[in-house]
């Protein structure tokens, strides 16, 4: 990879990019122009720690801990709007999938988060159900630390009286086979 020499000749520490580039279309981060479109047009950058450009600029610099530990993975709302206007034609959307994957299996995410704790309950969900049921997940959520989700009791209501929290889950007719495809997944450590 051309890109790649330069950075080693720049006496880049590769081994991040090389994780990195090991996804589908990941290679093509070291080809970034740092233009800053993705920041630009990126709807959720402003409570960032680190804009989509940034953190780009961070990862071809071989910054692997302040990468994984940014909040700015977790604020990504996939909407994929960088990617599609990235002239370079770099996958921003998968590689912040990506980032999150790793940093939960390195264990590197922002502890005041509780990211985990809500990922292993929405894979729970998904392997009972085969679609996410939001009034147990949030219950579920909300009872890893009752005493802090007292003043979300609120927000909670008016989401349930809207009718935007439906007590009884639906289940899909084919759990298992979404259960064999997030097992395969887990195998090949997707999740
Ligand atoms: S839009 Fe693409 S090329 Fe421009 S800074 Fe973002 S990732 Fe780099
Ligand atoms: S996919 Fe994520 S990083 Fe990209 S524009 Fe949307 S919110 Fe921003």
Known sequence: MAGLDVLMERGVALDFIKEISTIPGGEEIVQCIQCGTCSGCCPASFMM????RHLVAMIRAGLREEVLSSQAIWLCTSC????YRCPM???????MYALKRIALRSGKYPRG???EKLSKEFVNMINRYGRNHEAELVFRFAM????????????GWSLFSHGKLPLMPE???DVNKIKTMIQKAEEVGGL
């Open 89 to 95: 034609g770099i996958k921003i959307t998968d590689i």
């Open 113 to 115: 988060l509780k990211v």
């Open 171 to 173: 289940k899909i007719k």
């Open 80 to 83: 994929y709007t960088c990617t």
């Open 49 to 52: 720690d680190y804009t989509p």
């Open 144 to 155: 890893k630390n009752p005493f802090k989700s007292i003043k979300d009791i609120p927000l």
